[in-house]
Structure formats: structure tokens, C-alpha cells
């Protein structure tokens, strides 16, 4: 380590020693914080924007290092800090406007009925986990409350498998055996991975019965459908009420997926069918809630049959329910909370499991997966065997070794996506979405940020065109990667202590 470290203190030290370090510092700071920049080659061309007339062209040959750097847009922060700083900052504008309004979407979607609920999955087996049945902190983010037993019981006896049926360990929150099973053999790891795979039409299905739900209750209470025309000219009669949603997939130390949504009850314009108007009146948040609740109930299916289930596995959510009115005051679940909330895990990904890898590939998964290993191997075992390449007909089950040699181009199956997202544990759905109508889109505040970067830079009416090819990732030196890197965290400082100080000011004004 003394002599990795040695080398990039030398490497650093002889790039800062050229002469146009300054202008490689320039030049690199739209990459700056980035941890593998993508590196890019060929004509960048400067065009007029009102008469196309070129202004200039260059190539990047005439560019420092001979390379133009692009930041690699990761959003997990596990892989790229710098990067998903930025996507988390986006994510929370797409949030934030969609309750408030802003950045074109109207302000008048604050007065919309919005509940904030989230969607866990069922148990699979008895996992050690943390409860706290009363809170006494001030600050949940600092809480030192007293946990409740792991899995109390009067009489301890024992799983068919002869592992202690109870914990009374009160564990920490950094406890390793949070989300470990009881006993690894009675858990369902395939259960598990087969509901995160198909989690994402459950939730599909969910919203749909949200929206007949409370469809049905305006016909109870005589609002009947709206008629509206479509873009061809065609007039269709709609419910007159739909639902948009911004969701977050949050995974569990278990390995299994969970949901956070904002679900708005919104109208329909029969003059506009794209326009963001209030629901009918007498259609409140209570409505919303108790169609939330409903759905959740109601909503189950059943997976395509499967050699190793044949009638395939049930696939429903778990008992915690938990739906909250989102306000706009102080308190618990203001706006700005709870989109700063659902930013935070739109950076995430497997982290709090403990396993964090690329896509598994027939060479690689023999280092992740093991049959009678922990309850991370299990897991990804169980999505290698379960996406087997599979015919119509039941096969006899495989050896394990027979199943992670299997062919993945044969004939594909509902399955075959367990191999491909076997790294994520089975999920293969964005940890981040949202409806088409709920708020603006990261490409408009990617393009908002692009057009005022132009203006400061007085390029405003030209616009660069380039024709570019991959050359690698990554910077060429470790050292070049350090002066990089601090210089960035030098920048994000100065702007968070610029925000703060504005905050600080603006407080100090309302209290004059």
C-alpha cells in the first residue's frame, strides 16, 4: 500500500509540474468527481444555432491528455460518489415538483390529494431484524432507543433443521446478522428471488385497482366519466379521476424489494386530456388512502408453472402497509422529506445486503453463489438455478453444476430473467419511476442545466455537435484521478457552504 500510495503522490506531483496543469484542471472538471470517466475521441464542431453556420471545429487530439472526459452518469453511489450526487439532486427535483409543482408543472398540483405509502413483501422465514416498539429520541436519524428482543419466545425450541427457533439478542443497527434468516435451510430463497423478479407487475397491477377502485366510488357518488378527445380527433369517454405516481424500490437487508410511492389523485380536463387539474370535489385524501389499502388486499398472482413448481409460486404483499397523508407544514412527512427521502435510496442498489457486483456471467457466479453457503449465496444460487434455460416440458431437476453451465441462448422462459439480474437478487425493474404525468423528466432538467451552462459560458447561441468514439474508462493515472477527484470535493463544498449561507441569511431576514 505504501508504494501504491508513493506512486500516486509522484504521478500527481508531475502532472501538477506542467505547464498546462490549469487548463487540464479546466478541462477535466465536468468529469472532475467522477471514478471512471468515459473517454471519448474525435471532431467537436461548433455550430450556430439560428443560421447552422460553422464556427469552429476542433478535434481532440488538441485537447489535454488528447481525450475529451464525460462523466459516467452512475447513479449508485457504491460506484461513483460524484455522479450519483448529481442523480440524487435530479431525482429530488422530479419528487419535489410533483408535489409542489415548478419547472413546468403547475403549483396547483400542492393542493392534490397525496398519500405516501409503501408496499413491503411478504415473509419468507424468520429473519433476525430490529424493532423498536416505542421511540423516545428526538432525531430518528441519531435514535439510540432501547430495541426490542430479536424473536422473543416463551419456549425456545428448535426448527426442524435443529436451529434455535428464537433470538433474544437485541442488536445493534450495525449488526451484521440483521436480515440473516433464523435457520438458512428452513428460509424460501427461491420464493424470495421469484417475488423480487416479479414485484414490478405486482405493482402494475396494484396501481390499475387503485384507479378502478376509486373509479367505482365516483360512480357511487353519481360523477360520471369524462369525454375527451384523443390526438387523432377521436372523442373516448375516461374515468375522471387517475392516479400518478413517483416510486422508489428500496432493497431490504433480507434481499428483498420493497416500495416507497407518492400516489396524487388527480382530474381530468375534458378540453385538455394532458392538462394537470384537481380531482372532483368530494374525491379526498381519505378516498385515496382507503383505495391504497384495498388494492393491496385484493391484488395477488400466481407465476408461470415451473419445473421445479409446477403451479407456480404466489406472489402477494406482506402485511405492513403503511399509507401517510404528506403535508406541506412542519412535521414528519413534509414534501421536502419525503423527496429527499426517495433521492437518497435512488442512489442505492444491493448495499445494505452486503453484496455489491457486475452481472454474473457462467464464469463468474461460481464466486457468488453456493447452495449450502450464506444467505447471500443461497439467494444468487437460487437465481441461477430457477433461470435456467427451461422447454415446455417438465425437465428432471439439474445438479448445480449442470445449471450453471446451461446454455442462455436457448429457448427463453419467465424465468430467464433471474439470471440476468442475478446480481441484483432477482430484481431487474428501475429502483426509480414515475408516471408519465406525475412530474418533469431528468432529460428536461439534463438539458436545463446544459442550456444555462451555455449562457454562462456566453455560448448560448451556438451549440456543439460532436462525432465521437469510445476509446476506455477510467483516468490514464491514479494520480491524475486524485487531483481530479479533491478538486471536485473542493467545488461541492464551496457550493454547500454557499447554500447554507444563503439559508442562514434568508432565516435571518424572516426573523428581522
Not at 504521478?11 to 471512471?36: I, K, N, V
Not at 426490542?148 to 419456549?155: E, I, N
Amino acid at each position: 500500500m505504501p508504494t501504491l500510495a508513493a506512486g500516486r503522490d509522484a504521478q500527481a506531483l508531475h502532472r501538477a509540474a506542467t505547464p498546462d496543469f490549469f487548463g487540464w484542471l479546466e478541462h477535466t472538471r465536468s468529469a472532475g468527481g467522477c471514478t471512471r470517466p468515459i473517454r471519448l475521441t474525435g471532431t467537436l464542431t461548433a455550430v450556430e444555432t439560428d443560421t447552422g453556420r460553422v464556427l469552429e471545429q476542433r478535434h481532440t487530439d488538441e485537447l489535454p491528455d488528447r481525450t475529451l472526459y464525460k462523466a459516467c452518469g452512475n447513479r449508485r453511489a457504491a460506484q461513483c460518489p460524484d455522479c450519483a450526487w448529481v442523480y440524487a439532486g435530479d431525482a429530488f427535483q422530479v419528487v419535489r415538483c410533483g408535489l409542489t409543482g415548478g419547472k413546468t408543472v403547475p403549483a396547483t398540483v400542492a393542493t392534490h390529494p397525496v398519500v405516501f405509502a409503501t408496499f413491503t413483501a411478504p415473509s419468507f422465514g424468520p429473519v433476525h431484524h430490529r424493532h423498536i416498539p416505542r421511540h423516545t429520541c428526538a432525531d430518528r436519524r441519531r435514535c439510540d432507543c432501547r430495541p426490542a428482543p430479536c424473536h422473543a419466545r416463551r419456549t425456545a425450541g428448535t426448527c426442524p433443521h435443529g436451529q434455535p427457533a428464537a433470538c433474544f439478542a437485541r442488536h445493534d443497527s450495525d449488526d451484521p446478522q440483521l436480515g440473516r434468516p433464523l435457520c438458512l435451510d428452513c428460509y424460501d430463497h427461491d420464493h424470495q428471488v421469484v417475488w423480487n423478479a416479479f414485484s414490478g407487475e405486482l405493482w402494475r397491477r396494484t396501481k390499475q385497482a387503485i384507479e378502478r377502485h376509486l373509479t367505482a366510488l365516483c360512480r357511487q357518488r353519481g360523477i360520471g366519466h369524462v369525454q375527451v378527445a384523443t390526438d387523432t380527433g377521436r372523442i373516448r369517454r375516461v374515468p375522471p379521476v387517475r392516479v400518478s405516481h413517483g416510486k422508489v424500490a428500496e432493497m431490504q437487508r433480507r434481499g428483498a424489494v420493497h416500495f416507497h410511492a407518492l400516489l396524487r389523485l388527480d382530474g381530468v380536463d375534458p378540453h385538455d386530456r394532458h392538462a394537470l387539474v384537481p380531482p372532483p370535489a368530494g374525491m379526498t385524501v381519505d378516498d385515496l388512502d382507503a383505495a391504497v389499502h384495498a388494492a393491496a388486499r385484493q391484488i395477488t398472482l400466481t407465476t408461470p408453472p415451473h419445473p421445479d413448481r409446477p403451479h407456480g409460486w404466489p406472489i402477494t404483499w406482506g402485511e405492513q402497509i403503511d399509507v401517510r397523508h404528506i403535508g406541506t407544514s412542519d412535521g414528519d412527512m413534509t414534501d421536502g422529506k419525503v423527496a429527499a427521502y426517495l433521492a437518497k435510496y435512488a442512489t442505492k442498489s444491493t448495499e445494505a445486503t452486503g453484496h455489491c457486483s457486475t452481472r454474473l456471467t457462467a464464469d463468474t457466479i461460481d464466486a457468488y453463489a453456493d447452495p449450502e453457503g450464506d444467505h447471500l449465496a443461497r439467494l444468487i444460487d437460487a437465481c441461477w438455478r430457477l433461470g435456467r434455460p427451461t422447454h415446455h416440458h417438465t425437465t428432471p431437476k439439474a445438479t448445480p453444476a449442470d445449471e450453471r453451465q446451461g446454455d442462455l441462448d436457448t429457448e427463453p422462459n419467465a424465468y430467464a430473467g433471474l439470471r440476468r439480474w442475478a446480481h441484483m437478487l432477482g430484481y431487474g425493474g428501475h429502483f426509480l419511476t414515475k408516471a408519465r404525468r406525475y412530474s418533469v423528466t431528468f432529460g428536461l432538467l439534463r438539458d436545463t442545466r446544459a442550456t444555462y451552462r451555455r449562457a454562462e459560458e456566453g455560448t448560448a447561441d451556438t451549440v456543439t455537435v460532436g462525432s465521437l468514439t469510445f476509446t476506455g474508462s477510467g483516468w490514464l493515472t491514479d494520480g491524475d484521478a486524485l487531483l481530479a477527484n479533491t478538486a471536485a470535493a473542493q467545488h461541492r463544498e464551496r457550493r454547500r457552504i454557499g447554500r447554507e449561507e444563503l439559508a442562514h441569511e434568508a432565516w435571518s431576514g424572516v426573523a428581522a
